[in-house]
């Protein structure tokens, strides 16, 4: 499918990369969404998202706070009618497996503000369902710096009541300087059932657009 859509539109991104530096864990992070172009340069209803992700734990034994990736890539289907919500089918690799999802997405872009989220499930037997949010705001301070604020929420769900569930929560505040942006963040976690393990990362991240 990507294949076709790519041998008729072309796709035209911003690529922001981020290197995310805190006190139990360094990340980097690679993420966009962009609506693949028409020949004519206008926006078709195809919305690519991608990203990819990986950490090293400071800690990291043979055995334990081994490093943990995640690879998403995602198309979906954005007709105007539907005013920014679309279906969307989601391909993850991880740490741990190959997850085809497919689900329901709402996104939202311009200049100075992104909203983009998605509720997902796996298309396996006991899915474990994905509530994703994105928020991405960058007012402007000067003619040549803007304030940069992200925030991003991910919920998974299983549906076997035995699985633990897990939450991630990461906000980034900082300055922004024509393709650059840096300042400080907080990565936070929260997995299981009744006993939640919580996890803290706090630290400083640059991020440069390419």
């Known amino acids: 499918m990507l294949l076709g859509l790519l ?12 290197v995310f530096v ?4 360094a990340s980097v992070d690679l993420m966009f969404f962009k609506f693949f172009k028409k020949k004519n340069g206008d ?29 998403t890539e995602a ?23 190959v997850f085809p999802k497919a689900g329901i997405q709402y996104a939202h872009t ?24 994105l928020l991405r705001y960058k007012p402007r301070i000067t003619k040549k710096l803007n304030l940069f604020n992200q925030l991003e929420f991910l919920a998974v769900l299983p549906t076997n009541q035995l699985q633990n569930r897990q939450f991630y ?10 393709t650059w942006q840096a300042g400080v963040g907080i990565d936070l976690s929260q997995v299981g059932r009744t006993n939640y393990q919580n996890g803290t990362n706090y630290g400083a991240f640059v991020r440069h657009i390419f």
């Not at 805190?22 to 864990?25: A, I, R, T």
Request: charged letters at 20%.
């Open 75 to 97: 198309i979906s289907y954005n007709p105007k009618k539907l005013k920014g919500f679309a279906p969307v089918a989601v391909g993850q690799v991880l740490s741990w497996g």
């Open 7 to 18: 041998s008729t539109y072309r796709l035209s991104a911003q690529v922001p990369f981020e």
């Open 169 to 178: 929560q990461r906000a980034r505040l900082g300055i922004e300087w024509t």
């Open 22 to 25: 805190g006190h139990e864990k």
């Open 110 to 133: 311009s200049k100075r503000f992104t909203a983009f989220t998605w509720l997902v499930s796996e298309t396996m037997q006991n899915p474990k369902l994905d509530y994703y949010f």
């Open 43 to 71: 926006n078709s209803p195809f919305l690519f998202f991608n990203r990819n992700r990986a950490s090293i734990d400071y800690r990291m034994t043979d055995t334990s706070y081994l490093p943990q990736f995640g690879f």
